[in-house]
């Protein structure tokens, strides 16, 4: 049973670029969450995702980043025009369905360096 | 919203010697309580949980307790090894509504050999 998959690993981007961070949650999960990371830092929570829908957005900011979750295929995390600041890793997680069924399993991360 | 303390940041053991990690929530509806181990580079990987109507539960070396009352749990590993050498996080969740963690600062643990 594969855990949760995230790719690319490693992305580096010039600043004004465009990344697009990819996760596909773990066989059985529709619930996906997004989180940053910094350097010597804890996880700050992004964005929360069930399949076609976006449940709470409140921790990713309003201009630049967007996320989905579409019916086929992975989430996306999508930064636009990026700057040094959004350098991070971005780990997503996924939990089941159901109700008490709250443990969030993380995927390995992908670490953005703006250039 | 809910604010999540953690203490220590930094804790260096003997090997052999228990740790002892605390961490204190805002929000008393918060009724999922997990902590993570993430070695460097690597993904947060759960270790243990609680729920608000456990008091105190354990897995092997690992333990956690929690006191509602307080809105305060803990981390225990006893009998500490190299290996648990690592940046440990506690977090907290709310059932209600969007179930998204909120974690503490992290506790940066040395197991000294």
């Known amino acids: 049973n594969a855990g949760v998959m995230q790719n690319p690993r490693h992305l580096v981007r010039r600043r004004g670029q465009e990344a697009r961070l990819r996760c596909s949650p773990m066989?059985?999960?529709?619930?996906v969450y997004w989180y940053r990371q910094l350097p010597e830092e804890g996880l700050k929570f992004m964005v929360y995702?069930?399949?076609?829908?976006?449940?709470?957005e409140s921790g990713m900011p309003k201009e630049r980043f967007s996320a989905e979750f579409p019916k086929e295929g992975p989430s996306i995390l999508r930064i636009q025009q990026v700057v040094r600041g959004d350098s991070a890793a971005y780990f997503c997680?996924?939990?089941?369905?159901?109700?008490?069924?709250?443990?969030?399993?993380f995927g390995p991360g992908t670490r953005l360096t703006v250039t | 919203g809910e604010n999540v303390e953690q203490h220590p940041s930094t804790l260096s053991v003997q090997e052999g010697d228990s740790a002892v990690i605390k961490c204190t929530y805002s929000?008393?509806?918060?009724?999922?309580f997990p902590w993570y181990k993430q070695e460097l580079g690597k993904r947060p990987q759960l270790i243990i949980d609680?729920?608000?109507?456990?008091g105190e539960k354990k897995d092997q070396r690992i333990a956690v307790t929690l006191n509602k009352t307080a809105k305060h749990f803990s981390l225990h590993i006893t009998e500490t090894q190299p290996e648990d050498s690592a940046v440990y996080f506690c977090?907290?969740?709310?059932?209600?509504?969007?179930?998204?963690?909120?974690f503490g600062q992290g506790t940066r643990l040395t197991i000294n050999p």
């Open positions: 977090a907290a969740i709310t059932l209600k509504g969007a179930q998204k963690l909120v």
């Open positions: 066989k059985g999960h529709s619930h």
């Open positions: 929000d008393s509806a918060s009724n999922y």
């Open positions: 609680i729920r608000s109507n456990v």
């Open positions: 997680a996924s939990s089941p369905v159901g109700q008490g069924q709250n443990e969030q399993y």
């Open positions: 995702l069930q399949k076609e829908n976006i449940i709470d």
